[in-house]
């Protein structure tokens, strides 16, 4: 018998997501459902890359402030992948990442960087 991968997953509970965001910063109509269906794609796109990992991490933190910007960072990670001195101009650690971005929410509407 084959042993089971060894995997890491860390999400927020999906009701608690927008928790915490103040009603006037919040997504409205038609932007709401944007958001959601971001979010669903997102997490599609972080199990389908963490199938292909030898040893995945999936990540999709809660979201932090920037200015008046709420941002909710992913990634997945290949643990079995030694870690190098690669580094993104915001300083992480890329050299494991298999894919990464976050869905931004600024002043009522959503939109995703990878």
């Known amino acids: 018998m084959e042993n089971a991968t060894a995997y890491k997953c860390k999400l927020p509970l999906i009701h608690s997501m927008l928790k915490g965001i103040p009603e006037e910063d919040l997504p409205q ?16 796109q972080l199990l389908e890359y963490g199938l292909h990992a030898r040893e995945p991490e999936i990540v ?16 997945v990670n290949d ?8 580094f993104n101009w915001h300083g992480q650690n ?5 894919y990464a971005g976050c869905i931004l929410l600024s002043a009522g509407r959503v939109s995703t960087h990878h």
């Open 29 to 44: 109509g038609e932007e709401l459902t944007c958001f959601w269906k971001v979010v669903a794609g997102e997490l599609s």
């Open 60 to 75: 999709l933190n809660d979201f932090r402030k920037a200015g008046s910007q709420y941002i909710w960072e992913f990634y």
């Open 79 to 86: 643990r079995s992948l030694p870690k190098s001195d690669r």
């Open 94 to 98: 890329a050299s494991q990442w298999r």
